[in-house]
């Protein structure tokens, strides 16, 4: 093994350079001895030229596929995942979108290709899941056009989340796991791989945790856009928003089978029985009318209650002009009296709540009176043919 050298000049010439002034090297094989600097450098050259001779170093192990390889490997369509997230935030080729841009909704954090399962019909349609930093997007698949249809965002903040296995053998059971709110029906999705499973299970988690402990800002609330609903497109998008948007203390049938919101309003109501104006969103159900409370800082629902609609009726307060007062009576319920914020809602609301419910009306049809027989005068007359009850119109007459 070779040393080092280490040279003082003590001298003006370079080759005046005596031998108490090189350090002895030990050398393998043939090279003992001291060294001139002629000869050092001759034995550097051969060296040189003896590693140039032998072969190559063997190549290193092949490492584990990085994350950005990864990214790159075909998903869905001969395309990769980063390709399908740019589709998804351009909003290009996903059917009847609903709501604000995808951008907005941040950073996509995870994404893939699953089954969800139907637990009537026990059959299963593919899906593409992505999570962002506080929603869940379900997209379903049209392969024939290669584009994605629209089936939903839900916030992380009202989901429970938990594993789910058909059989008692978990070997032999799919890789599922279930979300559920009391504002929807129950999901059940199937992953390829356990890991695949573990690992959606883990991302949904961690972000719903810390979309509960983390205030959102302004910016993150699409309820602050929204209120005041003052404009036509405010409220078209807000009767889209509470349909799948997390409501507190929630009771009930999941909203969805309520049917489709019709009039929504912002309205004051006070009582006999309590102090003061409360605010509340007021909304029109087919068969329901809700009440909604949001806080100050317009960033969360909270249920208060619903009313029969076929039960309740509106009374206008006064006929005066620029009146926004009614109150709504019904059968086992305190009258409210309930305050208008614009002229356009109050006369939504009694047009809507004044008509007849057309869902509990029925329509009776009473039996028509007897026909009188005919005395049989000729033949002629026997063989015109005669009106049964049947036939005559639902008042009576023929």
Not at 96 to 120: A, C, K, R
Not at 253 to 258: A, D, E, K, L
Not at 321 to 339: I, R
Not at 343 to 367: G, M
């Amino acid at each position: 093994m070779m040393g080092c050298c280490s040279m003082t000049q003590r001298h003006t010439g370079v080759d005046e350079v005596g031998p108490d002034e090189i350090e002895l090297l030990e050398l393998s094989g043939d090279s003992l001895g001291v060294w001139s600097l002629g000869e050092t450098r001759l034995q550097l050259s051969v060296m040189n030229s003896r590693d140039e001779e032998q072969p190559p170093p063997p190549p290193p192990p092949r490492r584990h596929p990085s994350v950005r390889h990864l990214e790159q490997e075909v998903v869905l369509w001969g395309r990769s995942r980063d390709e399908l997230h740019h589709r998804i935030y351009s909003e290009q080729h996903i059917r009847d979108w609903e709501g604000q841009p995808p951008h907005m909704f941040g950073e996509i954090i995870h994404s893939s290709l699953v089954s969800l399962y139907n637990t009537y019909t026990q059959g299963t349609t593919e899906h593409f899941l992505v999570l962002f930093s506080f929603h869940l997007l379900i997209l379903s698949l049209d392969h024939s056009r290669q584009e994605f249809i629209y089936d939903g965002i839900l916030p992380l903040s009202g989901l429970s989340l938990q594993s789910m296995s058909l059989n008692p053998d978990t070997s032999q059971s799919p890789h599922m796991f279930e979300i559920s709110s009391p504002m929807m029906d129950s999901k059940v999705f199937i992953c390829p791989t356990a890991a695949e499973s573990q690992k959606w299970m883990q991302h949904i988690e961690d972000r719903r945790q810390k979309s509960m402990s983390q205030s959102m800002s302004p910016s993150q609330s699409v309820l602050s856009y929204l209120l005041p609903c003052n404009q036509p497109w405010k409220r078209e998008e807000l009767k889209k928003y509470i349909l799948h948007a997390p409501i507190r203390q929630w009771e009930g049938s999941p909203i969805q089978h309520m049917g489709q919101p019709g009039c929504l309003s912002v309205v004051h109501i006070s009582s006999k029985h309590r102090q003061g104006l409360q605010e509340r969103l007021m909304v029109l159900f087919p068969q329901n009318i809700l009440l909604l409370s949001v806080d100050n800082k317009h960033h969360n629902i909270r249920y208060e209650g619903r009313l029969p609609r076929h039960n309740i009726r509106a009374v206008e307060r006064s006929s005066l002009p620029g009146q926004m007062d009614f109150e709504l009576t019904g059968e086992l319920m305190e009258p409210l009296l309930v305050s208008c914020a614009r002229q356009e809602d109050y006369w939504n609301w009694i047009f809507q709540l004044q008509k007849p419910d057309q869902s509990s009306h029925i329509t009776v049809s009473h039996a028509a009176p007897p026909v009188m027989p005919k005395l049989q005068r000729s033949r002629k007359e026997f063989q015109e043919p005669t009106i049964t009850a049947n036939q005559c119109h639902i008042n009576g007459r023929c």
